[in-house]
């Protein structure tokens, strides 16, 4: 079930406007067609102001909403779980695993040199 709390635009001043100390999950996405395109937790002031710094997801994002929670890890796992069952076992768009050499060392992986090249 998505966070139940009103849009706020992601905006610098908006962002500074919270809590240093809130810690919870947050939503971020476009508010017109109230679509999440990623799911968060953590001190959500800085969170969402590390977002801007580093430039993440800026061109999408338009808006944001925010629960404070106690237990961070736990409350976004249960939005996760209903971001999927909502959306046919998809996470957020943004929310996408990039493929990373350490995604790819599972116990079911074959030896990195039976792997063959892609060319």
């Given at each position: 079930m998505p966070i139940k709390a009103d849009w706020i635009e992601f905006k610098v001043e908006n962002i500074r406007t919270l809590p240093a100390d809130l810690v919870g999950v947050y939503e971020c996405g476009c508010k017109r067609g109230d679509k999440v395109l990623y799911i968060g937790k953590g001190v959500i002031r800085e969170r969402l102001l590390d977002h801007i710094e580093k430039k993440r997801f800026l061109d999408v994002?338009?808006?944001?909403?925010?629960?404070?929670?106690?237990?961070p890890e736990y409350a976004e796992s249960r939005l996760m779980d209903s971001h999927r069952k909502a959306h046919d076992g998809k996470p957020p768009m943004l929310n996408k695993q990039k493929p990373t050499v350490k995604n790819h060392l599972r116990a079911d992986a074959p030896p990195i040199d039976r792997v063959k090249p892609l060319i």
């Open positions: 994002l338009t808006h944001f909403r925010k629960r404070r929670t106690e237990n």
